[in-house]
């Protein structure tokens, strides 16, 4: 079983923190390794998308060039998948997208959960909220919530409508604000 840590490299390694704090607690959890330090496998190439494929060892890491994507329309969807580490298999995820939308919003148990690439984020005209259990907890989730710009809360699927936008949020995308009103229900 292998799983993957996509990261952002501007002229440094963004979010490296919490990019090694989640892959050594796949390592432990599933290996019963120690800790590895992303930065000694990772060559500094300005504006790149770095996709680190790993099990208890690094097997492989690759460089992309960065490509912008838009996401406008999206499409609640409900599913009872579990999704705790980041897998370098995505076909369950990948089963869940729609044709004719731009990205999923999956809904567990009534509940908001992500995106199938990101984690979400939702602007009560105050606050910045993000669903309390997220499939993945996501590197930059972790981030902005470390440092105050997010709180976590419980966000059920009717709940939505009464925020005035939310934002997709991964280590790539970083913080990509969307008005409420392109969601499909």
């Known amino acids: ?20 704090e989640r892959m050594n ?6 290996f019963g390794e120690k ?16 996709r680190v494929v790993y099990n208890k060892d690094i097997l492989k890491v690759e ?26 298999n995505r076909d369950e995820l990948n089963k869940l997208k729609v044709k004719g ?24 005209g105050q606050e910045w909220h993000t669903p309390k259990n997220p499939l993945l907890k996501g590197t930059k989730r972790a981030e902005l ?4 710009f997010l709180k976590e809360k419980d966000i059920r699927v009717e709940e939505i409508k009464n925020y005035k936008k939310f934002a997709m949020l991964n280590a790539i ?9 392109k969601v499909e229900f």
């Open 173 to 181: 995308i970083g913080f990509y604000e969307v008005g409420v009103g």
């Open 25 to 30: 607690k796949t390592r432990e959890y599933f």
């Open 63 to 88: 460089y992309f060039d960065l490509k912008p994507r838009e996401f406008k329309n999206f499409k609640i969807i409900h599913s009872d998948m579990e999704y705790n580490f980041k897998y370098e």
């Open 145 to 148: 919530l470390e440092n105050g």
């Open 35 to 50: 800790s590895l330090n992303l930065e000694n496998f990772i060559e500094i190439k300005n504006n790149k998308r770095v």
């Open 1 to 20: 079983m292998n799983f993957i840590e996509t990261l952002l490299i501007t002229d440094k390694i963004n979010n490296l923190k919490y990019h090694n």
């Open 101 to 124: 939308f731009d990205e999923v919003i999956i809904v567990k148990d009534g509940y908001v959960c992500d995106t199938t690439i990101s984690n979400l984020a939702f602007w009560n």
